[in-house]
């Protein structure tokens, strides 16, 4: 053989070997963008609710527990270093309290026309549309990394990398039914 086929060879899987490698640490570093992107508006959503609560306190007395427990759930996930199938776990809870909240808030019609509640229930609508959004690409991301992980040849890599399979975000199976209004009351 020539030695400059020789050499193009080895560019070539030199090149290929580069371009999986790069491609598999974009495809991580993806993944942690779009979890970090959901932080940013699970912040914004941490930082919302403590007004909701006060606000909708001073209407509905008799609903302290669900208030207590939207807030105590907050704050554990705030203030915890949980894994990441915890933190969904937690997340999806806390999004099946705020919609019972919703759903109690019905029956207070001084609330609903309150302006502070209606600018605070807007604000907190548009995070939670801008948390499902940052869901949607941290799970897109997340199965284009775990393709990466787990497909030939990149898969060969991945494993001498210890680069592991990623769960995506899902809420849990409660969460994702329809609310019964009727067993609210």
Excluded: C, W
Excluded at 111 to 122: R, T, Y
Excluded at 130 to 137: F, K
Excluded at 153 to 177: C, G, H, T, Y
């Amino acid at each position: 053989m020539n030695a400059y086929v020789i050499l193009a060879i080895v560019v070539i899987l030199i090149s290929v070997i580069f371009m999986i490698y790069n491609g598999l640490i974009a495809k991580k570093n993806k993944v942690e963008y779009a979890f970090s992107s959901i932080d940013v508006m699970l912040k914004k959503r941490y930082d919302l609710i403590p007004n909701l609560v006060k606000t909708v306190k001073q209407y509905a007395k008799h609903e302290e527990k669900l208030l207590t427990d939207i807030v105590q759930l907050r704050n554990e996930t705030i203030g915890n270093n949980l894994s990441d199938k915890e933190r969904f776990e937690a997340e999806g809870k806390l999004s099946g309290l705020l919609n019972r909240m919703k759903i109690v808030v019905e029956n207070y019609p001084d609330l609903k026309a309150n302006e502070n509640f209606l600018q605070l229930q807007a604000a907190l609508n548009e995070v939670e549309e801008q948390i499902s959004a940052a869901r949607r690409t941290f799970n897109a991301a997340v199965m284009e990394y775990n393709n990466g992980v787990e497909m030939f040849p990149s898969n060969v890599f991945a494993k001498a990398m210890n680069l592991q399979r990623k769960d995506s975000f899902q809420i849990a199976e409660a969460e994702a039914k329809n609310v019964d209004v009727g067993n609210l009351f």
